[in-house]
């Protein structure tokens, strides 16, 4: 016999439960994830930081629309601040000139090399012609943010399915039958937060088939000598987005900032590219890599335009996207949750969001319409 909740939402990592804790107020909801545990994917191997001037245009709305939130949750939401000071550097080196007016577009200032030096000691500042710093990047207690969703979602009565795998959806007088590993399931609406497995989901529902591309991401742990303080140092990328580091938990966290398109899967990390990123680090950074630590790899899900997929769908009724994140989605939760939620219960883009001028259009899946 099917257990009836009025929402099912398909997966359990930040836009799933950020969204159905939204929603667990006023709706029965049951969330349902294929791992055993919250946050398994994307959400546990993201790079954790809040920087509202990365991404498209409505990825920067979403992203300042959360601001507020992240830096004053309910102390009963999470029992430390979210965000922490860490900055951010721009690196400029020969032949990449041209991101100097790219980055100062997006409000990042002109960092004087002798100021980075003193910032990284380590840091080849010759090899450098210019750098540009955005100081309102922090870090964003990623677990800390995903535990304050799940407890406030199973605090309005939510449930959680771990380890129950979506094989299957029909209709039935207008209602969902979910079918999962763990018995079926009935609701009259489906939100689909899959990540990487979004089109997967969608084409058993036989709802429209958006491209929802995951591209991996691969990153390194680097141990550096103490006398080097990394705990310090600013996050720091290429011009271009072409490799990247930044602190974590006492180590050094290197990535080449790849963006390989792949099938859906549980991601590692690709060799030949942290090697490529560590001979750019060289590049930069007076101290050998002689030994390469943990290594890990994340999937980030595209749409063909690069923004999210918010709304409902199409072609079939009562099934609702939430996806494309496009590795911004930890830091846009806030806003994309309260989004999604008034947008399932027939209200408005909440005020506060629409005056960061996002337009539901940009997002909505009627774009992929034909």
């Known amino acids: 016999m099917s257990r009836i909740f009025d929402i099912v939402v398909v997966g359990g990592g930040m836009a799933g439960f950020s969204a159905a804790a939204e929603l667990a107020e006023t709706h029965k909801v049951c969330v349902v994830e294929r791992e055993p545990q919250a946050g398994y994917h994307s959400t546990g191997r993201s790079a954790a930081t809040f920087v509202p001037s990365y991404g498209p245009p409505a990825i920067q709305a979403l992203a300042r629309a959360s601001e507020a939130f992240f830096e004053a949750a309910p102390n009963d939401f999470a029992a430390a601040p979210l965000l922490s000071p860490r900055g951010e550097v721009m690196m400029i080196g020969p032949g990449d000139e041209a991101h100097m007016a790219e980055g100062q577009a997006l409000g990042l200032r002109p960092l004087p090399l002798d100021e980075l030096k003193q910032k990284i000691p380590l840091m080849k500042t010759d ?6 710093s955005d100081d309102h990047a922090r870090d964003l207690d990623v677990d800390l943010l995903l535990q304050g969703y799940v407890k406030l979602f199973r605090a309005r009565g939510g449930t959680v399915l771990t380890k129950a795998e979506v094989t299957g959806f029909t209709r ?47 990153a390194v742990l680097l141990d550096l000598p103490e006398s080097a303080n990394v705990d310090h140092w600013p996050l720091c990328f290429g011009a271009g987005e072409t490799f990247y580091f930044k602190p974590m938990g006492g180590k050094l966290m290197l990535s080449p900032a790849d963006a390989t398109p792949v099938e859906p899967h549980d991601a590692w990390a690709d060799d030949m590219a942290l090697a490529e990123a560590v001979e750019k680090f060289h590049n930069v950074i007076d101290f050998e890599v002689t030994h390469i630590g943990h ?6 899900s595209f749409a063909a335009d690069g923004n999210p997929v918010v709304g409902f769908d199409e072609q079939v009724e009562n099934f609702f996207w939430l996806a494309g994140q496009g590795g911004y989605g930890i830091q ?27 337009e539901a259009a940009s997002i909505s899946p009627a774009r992929f319409a034909n």
Do not use: C, F
């Open 127 to 132: 090899a450098l012609t210019a750098a540009l």
């Open 172 to 218: 039935h007088y207008g209602a969902w039958q979910v079918q999962t590993s763990d018995g079926d399931l009935s609701s009259s609406m489906v939100v689909n937060a899959a990540g990487a497995w979004a089109t997967t989901i969608a084409g058993l529902a036989k709802a429209q088939a958006i491209e929802v591309t995951p591209k991996r991401r691969s």
């Open 295 to 300: 290594t890990w790899g994340g999937l980030r």
């Open 332 to 358: 846009t939760a806030p806003a994309l949750s309260r989004l999604s939620a008034a947008l399932i219960d027939g209200r408005q883009i909440p005020d506060d969001i629409a005056a960061q001028g996002l």
